[in-house]
């Protein structure tokens, strides 16, 4: 099991976990005692191997046995714009991108959006921050991508230009390939933009904007794929190109 902490319950030889739901996971559900290992991310950049020193209810103290950068952590700092998408379709984006090694995802609430905001969506957003949390802890990451209040499109065109590479996968582009794209780079991108619209794809008005703000449109492939499987497709391309 890997146990996520702040860098501040840290020490040289020590950490100290205080959440209730891991210490009732660590007690309750794999039932490890005293002497058992397990592995902790100080959510900063580093990753332990600690031995459980002493358990109590509010408390399991860990002794440090070994201390390495994160060794899972992608170099590559994609974030995905997620046009929203209608039912349960985000919760599977989310978990198969953080496995796939996505930095960040902001929900984006575009021309072509199903969804609204009826004055509850911070209960989604708390919803889909578990969600990378589980995933995370499945897949034994080292930090935890954060899901990050939605955007509008005029507040995605203003976070663009914070990229090296913006890419935009466009059911319309007939000419260039997320692989063309990719090998014809001059300089490897340390931060890259992937805007994925909803199921309605975007408008043509959304997309010359993109455009016009830095993005590149791309083509994933021969056939048209759906919003929930967009990203995961750009994300594995993007890792296989230039993190693997």
């Not at 046995?65 to 989310?94: S, W």
């Not at 994925?196 to 056939?223: D, N």
Request: some cysteine.
């Amino acid at each position: 099991m890997k146990l996520f902490t702040d860098s501040a319950h840290v020490g040289d030889r020590y950490i100290t976990i205080t959440d209730k739901g891991d210490i009732r996971h660590l007690t309750k559900v794999l039932r490890l005692g005293k002497g058992d290992t397990v592995e902790v991310s100080d959510s900063a950049c580093w990753e332990y191997t600690a031995e459980i020193e002493e358990i109590a209810e509010t408390e399991v103290l860990l002794r440090i046995v070994d201390k390495q950068a994160f060794a899972r952590e992608p170099a590559l700092l994609v974030t995905l714009f997620q046009g929203i998408p209608k039912a349960g379709k985000m919760e599977n984006i989310i978990q198969k991108c953080v496995e796939l090694g996505v930095h960040a995802i902001v929900p984006v609430f575009l021309e072509r959006t199903v969804v609204v905001d009826k004055g509850n969506f911070r209960k989604k957003l708390d919803r889909w921050q578990k969600i990378s949390d589980e995933a995370v802890k499945q897949c034994r990451r080292g930090l935890v991508p954060q899901i990050e209040t939605p955007l509008a499109e005029d507040g995605l065109l203003k976070r663009l230009q914070e990229y090296d590479l913006v890419l935009l996968p466009y059911e319309n582009e007939q000419s260039r390939t997320l692989k063309d794209c990719l090998r014809e780079l001059t300089e490897r991108p340390r931060t890259v933009a992937v805007i994925i619209g909803p199921e309605g794809g975007f408008s043509a008005r959304e997309a010359e904007a993109f455009i016009r703000a830095g993005a590149v449109s791309v083509s994933l492939g021969k056939t048209v794929l759906r919003t929930e499987t967009a990203g995961m497709a750009a994300l594995a391309m993007l890792m296989y190109e230039l993190e693997l």
